[in-house]
């Protein structure tokens, strides 16, 4: 397909288990974001890469969370430890150009993770 | 802090009217503003943007207004239609700002569109 792809669709974690989330941008694409959705509420940002490079990372909420980007395509998020505060939609989104460029985001569908 | 703000958690039209979804935002640095749609289980798609030197942008049935003074934006769409019920989220980023900002989106909370038929 051309879109933005997320697997799983779903996760469910037991509290303390550690959890891989994979997104496949477009091809192509320079930019690649992960946003995390908690019920309710509007996407919020978790880190940025353009690239293979990590230029932001300031939205990761503690040292838990880890994305790499290893050779500028795929992506993982990686949640070490999940607590039940970590239950969100992870949202990955990818862009053409790099992200100055005005380059309209195209969102992959997500993966629903619940901690329990 | 909630830098954009929807204060409309949901919004009820009738098919054919107008629909109004409104946004609020403090951070001043913010230059360029998005509307997202988003269906049940799939990730939002993009609408329509307006940077801050303009204060109108049209695309078909979508007019998006902003109103800098008031830090202030508004979609429009006429005539609103079934299919168009969905989430919408309004987004900004400082895009112009310099320094370490390059397009990151800050997303208010969203409003629910439906549209009756």
């Known amino acids: 397909g051309a879109g933005v792809s997320q697997s799983p669709r779903y996760k469910v974690a037991k509290r303390g288990q550690d959890v891989a989330l994979r997104c496949d941008p477009i091809?192509?694409?320079?930019?690649l974001f992960w946003y995390q959705q908690a019920l309710g509420q509007g996407p919020e940002f978790l880190t940025y890469?353009?690239?293979?490079?990590?230029?932001?990372k300031s939205g990761l909420p503690s040292d838990r969370f880890f994305a790499e980007r290893p050779e500028g395509s795929v992506s993982t998020l990686k949640i070490q430890r999940t607590q039940q505060e970590d239950s969100a939609v992870y949202l990955c989104a990818s862009s053409y150009g790099a992200a100055r460029d005005n380059s309209p985001l195209h969102f992959g569908n997500g993966t629903r993770l619940t901690v329990t | 802090d909630q830098q954009v703000k929807q204060n409309s958690p949901s919004l009820s039209v009738q098919e054919g009217r107008i629909s109004i979804l409104n946004c609020d935002y403090t951070n001043s640095m913010f230059d360029y503003f998005l509307w997202y749609k988003k269906y049940p289980a799939e990730g939002p798609t993009f609408l329509i943007s307006?940077?801050?030197?303009?204060d109108k942008n049209e695309d078909g049935r979508f007019t998006v207004f902003l109103n800098k003074s008031a830090k202030h934006l508004s979609l429009h769409i006429v005539p609103s239609q079934p299919g168009d019920s969905a989430v919408y989220f309004c987004?900004?980023?400082?895009?112009?700002?310099?320094?370490?900002?390059?397009?990151?989106?800050?997303f208010g909370q969203g409003t629910i569109l439906t549209v009756h038929p």
């Open positions: 091809s192509g694409h320079v930019s």
């Open positions: 987004a900004a980023t400082p895009l112009n700002a310099g320094g370490t900002s390059y397009g990151k989106l800050t």
């Open positions: 890469f353009q690239n293979e490079a990590q230029l932001d």
């Open positions: 307006i940077s801050s030197i303009k």
